[in-house]
């Protein structure tokens, strides 16, 4: 009885652009490895595919990358039966990624060999054996990001320009950075206007009327980015960027930098001085009963500003968002409800806080566990204070964010930099950090009313009906949980009655807590949402006998 054919597919990865341009580089090593590994399989029914799947210059760290993507897609899709690698960790250098992947490849029956490698999955010695190779890939990757890590910190101690995108007022020649005349007194000229002006919000407005526009960014992969008009978030970043005094800045502290400074320092003093000065920002705004919490980082769908307004009629106030008057041309105006955009906006940047894989995969693979912990329950309270918070505690919350909103004919687009994001979540964003900024939708819908463009959000008004119920006794417990847990992780090998005692805490209450400070973090983030079920507070949550496994908890407390 014949075999029945198995489709292979050869997946190659190499980490950088080094030696890609050549006519036979890796990818094509690999490549020719595999194929002729999977030739000499004929008698076993393998038939190599034509497509191949290359990624040059992408990292094992994470699975964003083109190429596996589509390979995943194609045997999600029963086009693939094996997938062929010169070696494991050509595939991932991660065992939380490797097990996403073994989950796509076991729902559809399909499987990988590695060439180089000869192992065999159905038995518990190879899944050992895999599990070990993939440990010491892992590994291999966090030593070599702590070396790359500690090079760029001693690089930049000593002044040395460790590449990104390069800052307006200069241009890279040799690996250095040098000072652009034109561009440099561009920047000069920022700052004498702010000076003048006292307000980076009329800032903008000027800057915009002038048409100076922001560096244009060539990349090597992918469009170039920038050309664009200032924001506020970023003339706040270049009023306060420490590169113009000829510095460079690793980690909040300044180190005297090779390039040469392009901004004296009497300048740049009194433009900290009035930063300084007027640091509360926003104090007219927080002052109000109904702030804006949009104002200064929205954008209609011509790209121009768009600024607060309001209507009043018997008994009730209306708060729009317009385009500013002094921005229309030949196109209308656009008009958007306040209180239904804030609405989707808090509830769209909610969401994707309380996704936990989300932050933990803008971390990346390499952050420590109490990190990743830490930085998720902030995110959490993030999301609650986006949810139920006070328009004030909303409005602090998305300047430290820096968003930049843009309204399109179908929906309502947020732009997110991820370094922001980890500083308004109390954390100092890591060299290894995702830098493509994070793009989230909301559908909406364009329609013409009184020779304006209008945008309607769906379900929008409803929404912000909705309040949860927040019980603060059963999140004051979570948090003495989570407490009680770090003072056990931080003296390991004492017992609970050692601890307790050393604390000053009761060693009854002590045991009863540590389970809790064990629950699932999906559990943890509806409680801080006040979405835990009817019945469950602080009294019942004591008093249960919690499982070891989240599944488990989330039966036992009727969160499934």
């Given at each position: 009885m014949a075999k029945p054919p198995l489709r292979c597919a050869v997946y190659t990865r190499k980490s950088t652009e080094d030696g890609l341009e050549q006519e036979f580089n890796s990818l094509d090593a690999q490549y020719e490895a595999c194929s002729s590994y999977a030739l000499n399989q004929r008698h076993e029914g393998w038939i190599l595919n034509e497509e191949r799947y290359d990624d040059g210059g992408f990292s094992g760290g994470n699975i964003k990358r083109p190429g596996l993507q589509r390979l995943l897609a194609d045997v999600a899709a029963g086009k693939v039966d094996i997938i062929l690698v010169y070696k494991i960790d050509r595939l991932t250098r991660s065992l939380s990624d490797f097990a996403r992947i073994v989950?796509?490849?076991?729902?559809?029956?399909?499987?990988?060999?590695?060439?180089?490698?000869?192992?065999?999955t159905t038995t518990s010695m190879g899944r050992l054996t895999l599990n070990m190779l993939l440990s010491f890939a892992q590994f291999e990757r966090e030593v070599t990001g702590e070396r790359i890590r500690d090079r760029i910190a001693a690089s930049k101690r000593r002044g040395i320009w460790m590449g990104g995108p390069v800052p307006l007022g200069y241009d890279v020649d040799n690996r250095k950075l040098v000072a652009n005349e034109t561009e440099a007194e561009l920047i000069r000229h920022i700052m004498r206007r702010y000076i003048a002006l006292g307000s980076v919000v009329e800032l903008v407005d000027e800057l915009g009327r002038d048409r100076h526009r922001t560096k244009m960014q060539r990349r090597t992969n992918g469009p170039p980015r920038g050309g664009c008009k200032f924001s506020r978030g970023m003339l706040y970043r270049l009023l306060t960027n420490r590169i113009y005094r000829?510095?460079?800045?690793?980690?909040?502290?300044?180190?005297?930098?090779?390039?040469?400074a392009i901004v004296p320092q009497e300048l740049w003093d009194e433009v900290q001085a009035m930063l300084t000065e007027r640091a509360s920002g926003g104090?007219?705004?927080?002052?109000?009963?109904?702030?804006?919490?949009?104002?200064?980082?929205?954008n209609d769908g011509e790209g121009r500003a768009m600024t607060p307004s309001h209507a009043t009629k018997p008994g009730k106030r209306y708060r729009y968002y317009i385009t500013r008057p002094q921005e229309l041309d030949d196109t209308p105006a656009w008009r958007v409800s306040a209180y239904d955009l804030e609405a989707i906006v808090c509830q769209r940047l909610a969401e994707m806080l309380s996704k936990h894989h989300v932050i933990a995969d803008l971390l990346g693979a390499g952050t420590e566990p109490l990190k990743i912990e830490q930085v998720t329950t902030s995110a959490s309270l993030a999301a609650q204070t986006l949810r139920g918070g006070t328009a004030h505690k909303r409005l602090t919350l998305l300047a430290a964010i820096d968003i930049q909103i843009t309204l399109k004919i179908d929906a309502v687009e947020l732009l997110v930099m991820p370094a922001l994001l980890m500083k308004a979540l109390r954390t100092e964003p890591d060299e290894s950090l995702q830098n493509e900024p994070i793009t989230l939708t909301c559908p909406a819908t364009k329609v013409w009313r009184n020779r304006q463009s209008r945008l309607i959000i769906p379900g929008a008004a409803s929404s912000k009906k909705v309040q949860p119920l927040r019980?603060?006794?059963?999140?004051?417990?979570?948090?003495?949980?989570?407490?009680?847990?770090?003072?056990?992780?931080?003296?390991?090998?004492?017992?609970?009655?050692?601890?307790a005692a050393d604390a000053g805490k009761c060693r009854t209450r002590l045991r009863k807590l540590l389970p809790i400070g064990c629950l699932a973090p999906d559990i943890v983030t509806a409680i801080l949402e006040g979405r835990q079920p009817t019945g469950l507070n602080a009294k019942s949550l004591l008093a249960a006998d919690l499982p070891h496994k989240w599944a488990n908890q989330r039966l036992a407390l009727g969160f499934s």
């Open positions: 989950d796509v490849l076991d729902k559809v029956g399909a499987s990988f060999v590695s060439i180089t490698q000869s192992f065999n000829g510095m460079t800045v690793h980690k909040g502290e300044a180190f005297e930098g090779e390039h040469k104090a007219r705004r927080l002052g109000a009963a109904n702030p804006s919490l949009l104002a200064g980082i929205l019980d603060e006794k059963l999140v004051a417990l979570v948090a003495e949980a989570h407490f009680a847990r770090n003072l056990m992780l931080a003296n390991p090998g004492c017992s609970i009655i050692a601890v």
